[in-house]
């Protein structure tokens, strides 16, 4: 790794630092509500119902999903660039008695052995990366023969005039019926960090399908993840449902 791509990484993970303490609160981020629960359960019951299978959490943040993985009876590993985001990760995971190990490692080459993991799974995470192809190559190369890797992802910001109008227009409103700063506890990042991230706006499905593809995953799934959008939306504030018209899914592929 040269040391530009090392700089990059420590100033994401800095990032994400700030931005831990309240990272949970935000929709999309925390789970809010049962219904919300029960959605991703049913998601990931349609792409991986088996039982008892080793799962690794790439960008595992605050763990939200790693527990929930638990809680379905499987194998958790969870690894995140953010030391603070893995603090409070394992501290969920005590506070609920669940059994998961949660370590610092980059997700673009996740310190594990060939062969590893059932099941390598990543949630709105490609946008951070500075090389997202890379990092779907090694998630193949520590998945076990029949493994899968399944991505939640989506595009915030595509970067038209109705996009950053949507955002605008959601920001005021926060600003205007919360009185809160609409950006507050969001990672803002730098015009010079933001140019070295081909996906900062969010990765788009064909993109992470060629990905898939390129890498030699066969057996390509999509999901549009309505459910859970719904069940997202019902606790947002209005700014944060005005904003949310993206393009959001699931797409997993099998080694």
């Known amino acids: 790794m040269s040391s ?5 990484k420590e100033m994401v993970a800095h990032k994400w630092d700030l931005a831990s303490e309240t990272f949970d609160t935000h929709a999309g981020h925390g789970i809010q509500t049962q219904k919300e629960r029960d959605a991703w359960k049913q998601a990931f019951l349609k792409v991986f119902p088996e039982k008892s299978l080793k799962i690794l959490d790439v960008g595992c943040g605050t763990g939200e999903l790693s527990l929930l ?3 379905m009876g499987h194998e958790v590993a969870g690894i995140d660039i953010s030391g603070q985001m893995l603090k409070i990760a394992k501290a969920k995971a005590e506070a609920c008695g669940a059994d998961i190990i949660f370590r610092e490692g980059d997700a673009e080459n996740p310190p594990f052995d060939t062969s590893s993991f059932d099941i390598v799974f990543s949630r709105h995470l490609l946008w951070t990366l500075p090389n997202p192809k890379v990092a779907v190559e090694n998630w193949n190369r520590i998945l076990r023969k029949n493994g ?19 955002k605008n227009a959601g920001d005021l409103l926060t600003l205007l019926l919360e009185r809160k700063n609409p950006r507050k506890g969001h990672s803002d990042y730098s ?3 933001k140019a070295r991230l081909p996906h900062f706006g969010g990765a788009p499905l064909e993109k992470v399908k060629e990905y898939l593809l390129n890498s030699g995953f066969e057996n390509i799934q ?15 504030p209005l700014g944060e449902r005005i904003v949310r018209s993206y393009q959001y899914y699931l797409i997993c592929g099998r080694k």
């Open 4 to 8: 530009s791509e090392i700089q990059i």
């Open 69 to 71: 993985f638990a809680e």
């Open 148 to 166: 899968k890797v399944v991505i939640v992802d989506g595009v915030w910001d595509s970067g038209t005039l109705g996009s950053r109008a949507r």
């Open 191 to 193: 015009d010079e960090l």
């Open 222 to 236: 999509i999901l549009d993840l309505k459910e859970v959008r719904d069940a997202q939306k019902e606790k947002m």
